[in-house]
Structure formats: C-alpha cells, structure tokens
C-alpha cells in the first residue's frame, strides 16, 4: 500500500485534491473513477515545494481523534437504539457545534439517502481512518453494524484518552522550560545590565562566574534577535529533516541504537496490535485487515513494512514469519501472536498483545513525564541561581576591593 496524492474533478465540477492509500496508480485512479471523479494527475512520494504552494487551505479537514471517537460513539449509541442510519445521520447533524460537521454530515445523509452504504459514504467524505471505514463495510456485509461501530468506538477513544493524557503530561513541563527561557532573558537583559557601572574598572579581578555572566548579558543584549533566529532554526532544521525520507530510513535502519526508539516501537506496536484485532473481530480477513492496518499508523517505516508483511501472507507465508521476517514487530509480540494463529484465536491474542503492549509504554511514559516535572523545576532554579550567584560573587568581590 502506498499513498497516492490525487488531483481529480469532483461531480459538482470543482478541481479538488484528496489522499488515497491503494496498492497502486491504477487501483488509485479505479477509486476515482468509481465515485464519478475524473483524475487529473496521481502522485506519490514526497510532496515538492510546488506542490506544497499549490495545495489548497482546507477548513475542513478529518476531525480530531477526540471528535471522531464522539461522532462514532453516538452513532453506535443511536443505531443500537433502533433508529435507521439516515437518521442517525440526521440527528447527529442537527445537534453538532460546527458548521463544517454539519456539512460533512449532511453530505453523508444525502449519499446514505441516494443508495450509498454508511462506509462507502464514509470513504467519499474522508471523515475517519480507513480502518474505522473497513470495519463499518465488513459489518454492514454481516449485519452486525451497532457492535462494530461499538468496537471502534472504544478503539478510537481509548487512543484519544493516550493522546489526550500525554498532551495534559507534557504541558507542565514545557511550560516551566517556556518560564525558564522567559526567566533567563529577563535576568540577562534587565537585571545583569543594573551592576554593570559597579564592576567597571575591575574586570580583572573579578570571579571568572561573573565575568562569563557579564559577558553573556552582552551577548543577549547585542545580539538577542540573531540568537533567537539561530534557536528557532536550531530547532526547525531536526523537525524538518526528521519529516524527509532519508531521515526515516536512516532512524529506521538505527533504530536499536537511537535513545527513545524502543518506546516509540512498543507504542506503535500497541496500536498495530489493537487495530488489527478490531479488523480481525469484526470478520475482515488477514490479507484485506493489514493494509488497513497500515493506513492507522503514523509511520512511514511502519507502513513499508507492514506491506512487506502483507506482501509475504499472501504468498503463502504464515502471518507470525511474515512478523518475524519483516522485524518490525518486538520478538515477544511475535510469539504470542504465533500462539494465537495457531490456536485461531488470532483476533483475541491481538487484543492481549495490545493491552500487554499499551500497559507497559503508558507506565514508562508515566515515568518519564514524572522525571521531566523535577527536571524542568531544577534546571529552572539551577540556571537562574548559577546567574545570580555570578553577580552576588562580583559585589563580594568588589567589597574585598575596597576593603
């Protein structure tokens, strides 16, 4: 699977752009055509800096996790009540805050009204993760359309409640590194700038902590704005190349020895796991559930290697050596999903896998957010008592001076 970045003519007669993840151009070109679009140009790949301006500012783009997770949970909530999708649809639409909702909603009762099936009106409108429409087509084949949007309900919250407690986590301690930047300029080019006339002529005798403090008062002072842009380009530049691929493959191909990494890949384990046991418990069958999967997943490393996985079941390799070969799944994983294959129990082992998996990185993460509140609080306090110990030593100094 590959993701292919497609320039069509919708029915209405409006040029527009859309993301699709198919195996191929043709498979891609094939989706377009089916929805009565006509292609204009299909690319993959890296998008180029043309491309990049001539994307347009969309307003309305895929909710949030948190706001999907809502809209699925309502909709089970409402199906399993007995009311028909059009309805639901229509009730949801009536009742939501956003004017974009709304009309994406809409536009759904309507596909759903003119014969469409709720995840064919869910694919057309880009509203949810290919997995979430996968499952909801696979129900709507068996009948079973309340207990999967029941099942991805949960799924997609559980991952908005991991998102939503990491954001909550980190805040605190970004914002005392945020106080901690804000303390030091302040001291640097206020307060040092006060005792300067009172240690002029003595530089030389001055404690060697002082004169650095002075100096870098100076520094800040002088030339504080080709600083600052130095600081943000410090930190764009590693954002920047860590989005390209040759970044990604290089951190792919490191990953054992980059620090952080096996967190990164029990994390997206857990979620490899968890949706494929979605998939799998709601009847969609190995081969059609891994590229789904693979849609779900933010990583692109993740993402070839999940198609190699798929590329090798569909050889006629069983699903845990296609794990093992492909490397991208931890050893442990692997084995108690051998287990479960051979057992047919595939789906339910997933599930274990992914409780085991999440359990275990939320409580590191836990622990690493904990180590980051003292951190941050310490390198605070350390930073600006090292300046004002600077200035303190250079009265003291100055007093001997005149003694």
Not at 47 to 66: D, K, N, S, W
Not at 245 to 265: C, E, K, N, T, Y
Request: glycine share 8%; with cysteine.
């Amino acid at each position: 699977m590959a993701e292919y970045r497609c320039e069509y003519l919708a029915v209405s007669g409006r040029r527009e752009w859309r993301t699709i993840e198919a195996v191929s151009e043709t498979s891609a070109a094939s989706r377009l055509v089916a929805e009565g679009a006509t292609p204009l140009a299909i690319r993959t790949g890296p998008l180029t800096m043309q491309e990049r301006l001539r994307q347009p500012v969309r307003l309305t783009g895929r909710p949030g996790v948190a706001e999907q997770a809502l809209l699925l949970t309502q909709l089970a909530v409402l199906i399993r009540s007995g009311l028909p999708v059009d309805r639901s649809l229509d009730l949801l639409r009536d009742q939501s805050p956003s004017r974009t909702r709304r009309e994406a909603l809409a536009a759904m009762l309507e596909d759903v009204r003119g014969g469409s099936g709720l995840a064919a009106a869910m694919r057309k409108r880009g509203l949810f993760p290919a997995y979430v429409v996968g499952v909801i087509a696979a129900a709507e084949m068996t009948g079973r359309l309340a207990e999967a949007l029941t099942s991805v309900s949960e799924r997609v919250t559980a991952l908005a409640a991991t998102r939503r407690q990491l954001i909550t986590s980190l805040t605190y301690p970004v914002a005392v590194l945020a106080a901690t930047a804000l303390a030091l300029g302040l001291v640097l080019t206020v307060v040092i700038p006060q005792f300067e006339p009172s240690f002029a002529g003595n530089e030389e005798r001055l404690p060697g902590l002082t004169v650095a403090v002075l100096a870098a008062s100076q520094v800040v002072r002088e030339h504080g704005s080709l600083l600052l842009l130095m600081g943000l380009g410090a930190i764009a530049a590693p954002v920047f190349w860590l989005r390209s691929d040759a970044a990604s493959r290089f951190i792919w191909r490191h990953r054992r020895r980059v620090p952080g990494m096996d967190l990164r890949q029990q994390y997206l384990a857990a979620q490899f796991t968890g949706t494929l046991s979605a998939l799998l418990s709601n009847g969609i069958t190995l081969v059609r559930a891994l590229p789904l999967c693979a849609g779900a997943i933010g990583s692109r490393n993740w993402r070839r290697a999940i198609g190699k996985a798929e590329q090798y079941v569909r050889e006629g390799m069983s699903f845990s050596r296609a794990l093992a070969v492909t490397d991208f799944v931890p050893l442990t994983v692997v084995r108690l999903l051998e287990v479960g294959e051979k057992t047919g129990q595939l789906a339910d082992t997933c599930l274990h896998a992914h409780e085991i998996l999440s359990d275990s990185s939320r409580a590191r993460i836990d622990r690493l957010v904990a180590l980051a509140n003292p951190i941050a609080i310490v390198t605070l306090g350390g930073l600006v008592a090292l300046l004002m110990a600077g200035v303190m030593l250079g009265i003291f100094a100055i007093g001997d001076f005149g003694g």
